[in-house]
């Protein structure tokens, strides 16, 4: 089955002649003389006044809206959203100096949390920089390294995380 292009003139055996004006991937937009706009499946039947074809662009909004989403995440420092572990939600890390007189500080764990997720955001947005780079290879790989060696000093951190595939991995044991 070959399908019509955007421009295509149909005639309908319920509608009427009208033109196609968008195509997704299981219909036709058709704007009928007598009838205005209607869907009608690829595979309806109708005849063919006259056809035009490459004109089709059956990518769908949701491919679209996720491309765009994964080079976001790819390309910028945009956090995408994690979930903090369900017993974390709500509470406080309280920092408590050494010294006798002063006073603690708390700070609300989602803050904190929120903080982490920014800095491996960031340092992954680093990690694509530097691969995509024109320094050389050696130089990306003592890089690589350096960053590797980061994740592994923030993996103390991933009993906040709810899932684990969100959890930092550092250099692992051969």
Same mark, same amino acid.
């Given at each position: 089955?070959?399908?019509?292009?955007?421009g295509s003139r149909i005639e309908h055996p319920e509608?009427?002649?009208?033109?196609?004006?968008?195509?997704?991937?299981?219909?036709?937009?058709?704007?009928?003389?007598?009838?205005?706009?209607?869907?009608?499946?690829?595979?309806?039947?109708?005849?063919?006044?006259?056809?035009?074809?490459?004109?089709?662009?059956?990518?769908?909004?949701?491919?679209?809206?996720?491309?765009? $989403?994964?080079?976001?995440?790819?390309? !910028?420092?945009?956090?995408?959203?994690?979930?903090?572990?369900?017993?974390?939600? =709500?509470? %406080?890390?309280?920092?408590?100096?050494?010294?006798?007189?002063?006073?603690?500080?708390?700070?609300?764990?989602?803050t904190f949390f929120h903080k982490i997720i920014m800095?491996?955001?960031?340092?992954?947005?680093?990690?694509?920089?530097?691969?995509?780079?024109?320094?050389e290879e050696i130089e990306k790989i003592e890089l690589?390294?350096?960053?590797? $060696?980061?994740?592994?000093?923030?993996? !103390?951190?991933?009993?906040?995380?709810?899932?684990?595939?969100?959890?930092?991995? =550092?250099? %692992?044991?051969?």
């Open positions: 089955m070959t399908l019509l292009g955007i509608y009427g002649k009208g033109v196609i004006t968008n195509v997704s991937s299981k219909e036709y937009w058709v704007t009928f003389i007598e009838n205005g706009l209607e869907t009608i499946p690829l595979n309806d039947e109708f005849k063919v006044i006259e056809a035009t074809v490459d004109e089709v662009d059956t990518v769908s909004f949701s491919e679209v809206e996720q491309s765009l $989403r994964d080079l976001l995440k790819k390309w !910028s420092d945009v956090s995408e959203i994690v979930p903090i572990g369900d017993k974390w939600k =709500g509470g %406080k890390i309280i920092l408590e100096p050494g010294q006798a007189g002063l006073a603690s500080k708390e700070i609300p764990i989602d800095v491996r955001d960031r340092l992954r947005v680093m990690e694509q920089k530097i691969n995509s780079s024109k320094i690589q390294q350096y960053i590797t $060696r980061i994740y592994g000093s923030l993996t !103390s951190f991933n009993i906040l995380f709810k899932s684990p595939t969100n959890h930092f991995v =550092g250099e %692992k044991s051969k």
